[in-house]
């Protein structure tokens, strides 16, 4: 696999600035749940990784209390697969999942141009599957066990077969603990860890905040609805929607209306990601009968590129 073919030239990154950084934790409301080294963490890993948070390639929430607070960082699992074709070396992938019981395991075979012979890389599914504390697995592996697989192998497979480009990139929230990866976290506030006191103000640094201006206090909060039209809500609301017909038999007709009516009447981030956790709670309260690990299935490829697989 070491046997290079070919050089190619990598194709041009587009520019994320620290300042585009620094907007995204304003207008999303972050710098007030963010302490200032958790906000300069997150600005500088994207900023290093030139990921954009605009583009839901990046996301972060606290987790934890007091010295237990914590920073997840994550980015989506198709940030591996961009990254892999901006080099000019990606020359197709596919990715599938064998066997069945514990032996279940997805395989992601990718080609690289400058290789003589394919990458393959297996991930089991007793290895990856997410679990509770009480040990119970988390219910987006009982609903998309297939799904939540792949999505593993994928980011696995390119950051081992692409180590230049992905070494040390943030993971995606499929591959961390429950606690690490529930977006319903990201509520959290510094008050919660820190006294009103200690509490820390929006990062300033000579290459940060002091080069843009400060945008007045009413920008830096959540905007109650008209936040309903950033890509975050529309976000959230296509992922409900989804979940929602995915797991129609969890859910009667007026059960669905009334959270449609839910949603109409507050769209907010933190409502949505309320709602969000309702129908989890449900969906995993009609998951009654065992796990049923998933038997072999055929082989799905790609070229390049495959459909976007977003819950």
Known sequence: MNNQKTTETELP???VSRDKIIEYLNTSGLTKELAEN???QFIEIAYEFQLNPFKKEIYCFPYGEGQNRKLSIIVGYEVYIKRAERTGKLDGWKVWVVNSGKETKAIIEIHRKDWTKPFRHEVFFEEAVQRKKNGSITWFWVKQPKFQLKKVAISQGFRLCFPDELAGMPYIADELPEEMSTTKMRNVSPSQSEPPS????????????????KPPEDQLKPEPQSGANSEENKSLMDRIDSILKSNASCFTTNHTDWIRKQIAKDSTINHLNKILDHI?????????TPQQIPKTEKATETQSKEPALII
Do not use: D, M
């Open 198 to 213: 200690k509490q820390k103000k929006p990062v300033e640094t000579k290459t940060s905040l002091l080069e843009s201006p």
């Open 38 to 40: 958790e906000q300069r």
């Open 13 to 15: 990154v587009p520019e």
């Open 280 to 288: 989890g709670k449900v969906i995993e309260a009609k998951s009654k």
